[in-house]
């Protein structure tokens, strides 16, 4: 089954707007989270992570929430440009041991 | 770009041929792993190693065998048990298993 589920799989917005990403995760005892860029061709390159210890975390135009209660976690990227048109994934520790990712979304950022 | 290569970049592989594909990180890192990547599909775990001499099975280990004799060295052999091994295939290394994963630049196994 799904141990993390993310959404959208695409998301298509202007520049200048605002990209939101979602996930949610089954394992309660899951306490890190990080997000991973990937552009076409490349290998994925973390751009933010976050534990469960903290709630927010900010980095310049790119934040991560998480709530544990609901067992859910986002990605928020303001003032979008061109060059955020990649594919995002979210992924979260299963059983302690390795990191789980959802499927992917796919964002475009069009001009 | 640096501290964890595979090798080769592209890899072609006949039908019931097993293929051995190399990854090798300098990051004196403890945790590698290797993953699957289809299109729609995310990144699926293969196997992962904690420590030198000792790997696990992830969630799609079937048709996949890997060793572990070196800390630098996780190599994955593709076997002909693997119905459908097409695919991306990228390896990782990590202090440990809660941190950050540090990415290979990937292999790309096309079976003709």
């Known amino acids: 089954g799904e141990n993390v589920e993310q959404h959208p799989s695409t998301l298509s917005v202007q520049e200048g707007d605002s990209a939101v990403i979602k996930c949610t995760y089954s394992d309660s005892a899951s306490n890190y989270f990080p997000w991973y860029k990937q552009e076409l061709g490349k290998r994925p390159q973390l751009i933010i992570d976050?534990?469960?210890?903290?709630g927010e975390k900010k980095d310049q135009r790119i934040a991560v929430t998480l709530n544990k209660t609901a067992k859910h976690f986002s990605l928020h990227i303001t003032e979008t440009q061109p060059e955020d048109s990649a594919v995002y994934f979210c992924?979260?520790?299963?059983?302690?041991?390795?990191?789980?990712f959802g499927k992917g979304t796919s964002l475009l950022v069009t001009p | 770009d640096g501290g964890i290569t595979q090798s080769p970049k592209y890899l072609f592989r006949k039908e019931g041929q097993n293929v051995t594909l190399s990854c090798e990180q300098n990051?004196?890192?403890?945790?590698m792993y290797w993953y699957r990547q289809d299109p729609g599909q995310g990144l699926r775990l293969i196997y992962y190693s904690q420590i030198v001499n000792d790997f696990q099975k992830g969630d799609i280990a079937e048709g996949y065998s890997v060793s572990r004799e070196k800390k630098e060295s996780f190599p994955l052999t593709v076997t002909s048990a693997q119905k459908n091994p097409t695919a991306f295939y990228l390896c990782?290394?990590?202090?440990?298993?809660?941190?950050?994963?540090?990415f290979g630049p990937g292999t790309r196994l096309t079976v003709l």
């Open positions: 990782a290394s990590s202090p440990d298993e809660r941190n950050e994963q540090f």
């Open positions: 990051l004196n890192h403890d945790a």
């Open positions: 992924a979260a520790i299963i059983s302690g041991y390795a990191l789980n």
């Open positions: 976050i534990r469960s210890n903290v």
